[in-house]
């Protein structure tokens, strides 16, 4: 069952506090990405990855951390940085055979302050 | 800034309706314009995409409707079902963007049985 599997699902951080949200593909695509979804705000993207141990910013990296180590995996640090992290968090991944541009989605995480 | 500015932001239509969502873009470098349909707690999912050299593009009972000269494109849901109900965003990218799209804020449609 291919796909990308992002957890955990809920996610609470105290105050200065840094939290990693996991995110595993099987679907052996390139390029991974990181969305943060706000409510009436869209998709903005954090941060995204062509091929391993290369990524980039995108629009909101302040605040974020990212790691390739592994085509499979891209995990997200949200460190003490970011001051407003309660959102629902979204990777993604493309690279089907044909299209760079079709975006597989997570399930998401929703990342709340206590 | 907004590079997709969406409109409306919800919307509510009778079963068999035909909602209508509408996206403008600025950036006459986009050339692919996808729509994505996300149900709540979900990620999104590619419902139908279109590129500036058609008007139209039909799937199933999704369409997509571009005008590049006013640089807008739509989607219509005809004969919409309550299973349709969802959010719906508009997106935008450049040929060597890579999947790095520029999203609308989302319309919530709710279609009424």
């Known amino acids: 069952d291919g796909g990308i599997t992002q957890s955990p699902k809920y996610l609470f951080r105290k105050e200065g506090q840094n939290v990693t949200l996991s995110c595993e593909q099987n679907l052996n695509h390139d390029a991974m990405y990181w969305y943060r979804q706000d409510p009436g705000q869209g998709l903005r993207l954090i941060y995204y990855?062509?091929?391993?141990?290369?990524?980039q910013k995108g629009d909101i990296a302040e605040g974020y951390s990212v790691s390739r180590e592994k085509k499979e995996s891209f995990p997200l640090t949200v460190t003490s940085a970011q001051k407003n992290p309660t959102a629902f968090y979204l990777c993604?991944?493309?690279?089907?055979?044909?299209?760079?541009?079709?975006?597989?989605f997570g399930s998401g995480t929703q990342l709340s302050v206590l | 800034q907004q590079q997709v500015k969406q409109s409306p932001q919800s919307l509510i239509v009778q079963k068999g309706g035909i909602p209508i969502i509408n996206c403008a873009y600025e950036n006459t470098a986009f050339d692919y314009f996808p729509w994505y349909q996300q149900f709540p707690g979900k990620g999104p999912a590619l419902l139908i995409a279109i590129r500036p050299d058609v008007s139209e593009k039909k799937e199933g009972r999704f369409t997509i409707s571009f005008n590049k000269s006013a640089k807008q494109f739509s989607l219509h849901i005809m004969d919409s079902q309550p299973g349709d109900s969802a959010t719906y965003f508009c997106a935008a990218s450049g040929a060597d963007s890579w999947g790095k799209l520029q999203f609308g804020a989302g319309t919530q449609v709710v279609v009424t049985p």
């Open positions: 990855s062509q091929i391993v141990n290369d990524f």
């Open positions: 993604a991944s493309s690279g089907e055979q044909g299209t760079n541009e079709k975006l597989f």
